[in-house]
């Protein structure tokens, strides 16, 4: 088979399945169903992303204005400002705790 998908169609044009070559059937079944799993990023990828933090000057902000939080010294706007920096740190956390998962099933 020259292409590594064709596609099966009935009598209306309809696809309704797909012939894949070997390899990239075994590549997409040896593939775990994992949701959790970040695929498409390289060993040495996932350790770099695993390691991440964020940018020193939004950490300089962050540290800041939680400070000046504490001391209810914030505006409106200083608070949807930290509000934005804390969902970063929240989703980088999520995406860093996602890779260590990925990395831990490739060991």
């Known amino acids: 088979m020259s292409e590594s ?3 099966i169609t009935n009598q209306e044009g309809e696809q309704v399945g797909v012939l894949l070559d070997m390899e990239t059937y075994r590549r997409l079944v ?3 169903s994992d949701a959790e ?3 498409g990023l390289s060993l040495d990828e996932l350790p770099a992303l695993a390691d991440s933090m964020l940018a020193p000057t939004a950490q300089t902000q962050l540290s ?3 400070a000046r939080n504490a001391e209810n010294q914030l505006c409106t706007e200083e608070i949807a400002v930290l509000n934005r920096l804390l969902t970063q740190v929240d989703q ?3 995406l860093k705790t996602r890779a260590r998962y990925t990395l831990n099933l490739h060991s």
Do not use: F, K, V
Request: proline content about 7%; glycine content about 0%.
């Open 92 to 94: 980088l956390n999520i």
């Open 37 to 39: 799993i970040l695929s």
């Open 5 to 7: 998908l064709q596609y």
């Open 30 to 32: 040896s593939l775990p």
């Open 64 to 66: 800041e204005l939680l």
